[in-house]
């Protein structure tokens, strides 16, 4: 596990066992597995694949709170801009990363899905009227949106870190993106919803959702969410492309479409509902060149041909 003094995108040090450093580092590791094992290099795979299981099982054992994981430090107030027993919004994002890679579960299944789901249910504010937050404000009285952190169960630091009370919408899609990976399918869309409202092109500008500045780059997260409601993957180290929609989000219970994109061609992904209820899956090339790429959906498996429109057999 990462311990000591850890820079972060806050723009500060947190100290000691924390979720935002140390599950990243574990997506990390995981990446740097297959990475190794696609360059044919099965001693740092394994070494990586160790490494992971020895500090997932740490972090689960010191971190985990019974609804979220929290920074381990004896004293909170011992270094400036910390979150203790703090809620953190940020928690998983490494486990944002590792199921959008499709690298798996970082940590017990039940605690991830908890946990994500606390972060939802302890951050979210509907209606600002009554917060306090003397740094930047990116949401204002009748709005809702997501806090960077809270402290529902008391022990909040002295000097919190500087953004805690801030609502940054690269943040919010993200959070949105895996409380979708991990089923809560509303209270992702909510969020999703959230930060349309806020940016409605009257209240905001719809093509400049800003945080630090304008067209702030996090949030670009939100392709995140297309990754989660396509369940697609592609794994072009194998040339395999994969979908596994979130079906109940489309508005034709019998249809899910979706755009997609691979690094070597784009178009979009299409299933369809029959009336002996199984679904048959359609992918289109609209750009680039899907050739000799396995597709896998709805239980099928196809190689697509040079046809810039393929259907499994």
């Known amino acids: 596990m990462l311990d000591g003094k850890q820079h972060n995108t806050y723009d500060i040090e947190f100290y000691g066992p924390n979720p935002l450093s140390s599950i990243y580092f574990l997506a990390a590791l995981r990446a740097t597995e297959e990475l190794a094992r696609v360059l044919d290099e099965p001693a740092l795979a394994e070494r990586c694949r160790n490494a992971f299981e020895a500090g997932s099982r740490k972090l689960d054992s010191l971190l985990w709170n019974g609804e979220y994981f929290v920074q381990r430090i ?66 204002l009285n009748d709005e809702s949106g997501l806090l960077l952190c809270t402290w529902p169960k008391g022990g909040r630091p002295k000097y919190p870190f500087v953004y805690s009370d801030e609502v940054w919408t690269g943040i919010e899609y993200h959070v949105a993106a895996e409380l979708i990976y991990n089923g809560w399918l509303d209270a992702g869309l909510q ?29 670009m997260s939100s392709w995140a969410v297309l990754l989660a409601l396509s369940g697609q993957h592609g ?11 979130v079906t109940d989000a489309s508005t034709d219970p019998d249809r899910f479409q979706a755009f997609w994109s691979n690094g070597k061609a784009w178009g979009t992904y299409c299933q369809t509902r029959g009336a002996d209820g199984s679904w048959k899956p359609e992918i289109a090339v609209l750009g680039g060149s899907l050739d000799g790429v396995t597709v896998s959906a709805c239980g099928s498996r196809w190689t697509v041909s040079a046809d810039p429109k393929d259907r499994p057999a």
């Open 74 to 139: 004896d004293d909170v107030d011992a270094y400036k801009y910390q979150h203790g027993l703090g809620c953190l919004t940020d928690q998983l994002l490494g486990q944002l990363h590792a199921h959008a890679l499709g690298l798996g579960d970082l940590l017990p299944a039940d605690h991830i899905r908890t946990a994500i789901k606390s972060v939802f249910d302890y951050n979210f504010r509907a209606g600002f009227e009554n917060h306090t937050n003397c740094q930047r404000t990116y949401v």
């Open 191 to 219: 969020l999703v919803k959230t930060v349309q409202d806020r940016h409605d092109g009257v209240r905001r500008n719809r093509w400049d959702e800003v945080e630090c500045g304008h067209h702030y780059a996090r949030s």
């Open 235 to 245: 794994d072009l180290g194998h040339g395999e492309l994969s979908f596994d929609p």
